[in-house]
C-alpha cells in the first residue's frame, strides 16, 4: 500500500500545485487560478508528498464564518487518482478545520461519491447559515463565499458543481 506525508504548504510548492490543477481545470472540474492567488493563500494549503517527495495532491482549507469552512482545490495527480492520496489530505484539512474550531465544513465539487465516502452529504438547503451570518457574509470579497452563498454573479464560474457539507 502507498503512503503518503502531508504537510503545510510552501511557497516553493506553487509550480507543483498548478501543475495539479492545470489538467483537472482543462477537464473543467477544478478553476484555474492564477499564480498569486496561490501565493496569497499558501497558509490554508497542504500538500501530500509520495516517498520520493513528490507531490501528488494538494487542497486547501479556507475560513468563511465562525463554525464554517471550505475545503478548495482539492487536486491529486492524475496517476494516483483512486489509491488514497485525496483522502489522506481529506483527513488533514478536517484535522485543521476542528482545530481552528469549526463546525461544518462545505466544498463545491463533481466528485459527489469521494465526498459522500468521506462523510459528506449533498446540501439540501443551501441556506446553511442564519440570516444574520449571510448578510455578514456577503460583504466578503471572496469568491468561493460568493459560490457558497449561489450568487447569481458567479454562477458561470461555479461549473455546476455540487454543493456537500460535513458536521464535525
Not at 490543477?21 to 500538500?47: C, G, H, M, N
Request: hydrophobic share 45%.
Amino acid at each position: 500500500m502507498n503512503t503518503y506525508t502531508v504537510r503545510s504548504a510552501k511557497t516553493s510548492d506553487v509550480p507543483a500545485i498548478r501543475n495539479l490543477v492545470r489538467p483537472l481545470a482543462e477537464e473543467r472540474i477544478l478553476l484555474d487560478k492564477e499564480a498569486v492567488t496561490y501565493y496569497e493563500s499558501i497558509q490554508e494549503f497542504v500538500v501530500a508528498e509520495d516517498a520520493d517527495g513528490n507531490v501528488v495532491g494538494c487542497g486547501g482549507l479556507h475560513v468563511i464564518w465562525e463554525d464554517i469552512a471550505e475545503i478548495r482545490t482539492l487536486a491529486t495527480s492524475n496517476e494516483l487518482r483512486g489509491k488514497g492520496v485525496g483522502h489522506v489530505l481529506l483527513n488533514e484539512l478536517l484535522r485543521r478545520a476542528r482545530e481552528v474550531g469549526v463546525h461544518r465544513v462545505f466544498c463545491l465539487t463533481f466528485e459527489v461519491k469521494f465526498f459522500e465516502r468521506q462523510g459528506f452529504s449533498v446540501m439540501a438547503d443551501q441556506s446553511a447559515v442564519d440570516p444574520a451570518v449571510y448578510q455578514e457574509i456577503l460583504l466578503s470579497r471572496d469568491e468561493g463565499v460568493a459560490e457558497f452563498l449561489d450568487l447569481a454573479r458567479v454562477k458561470p464560474n461555479t461549473l455546476g458543481n455540487t454543493r456537500m457539507i460535513i458536521s464535525l
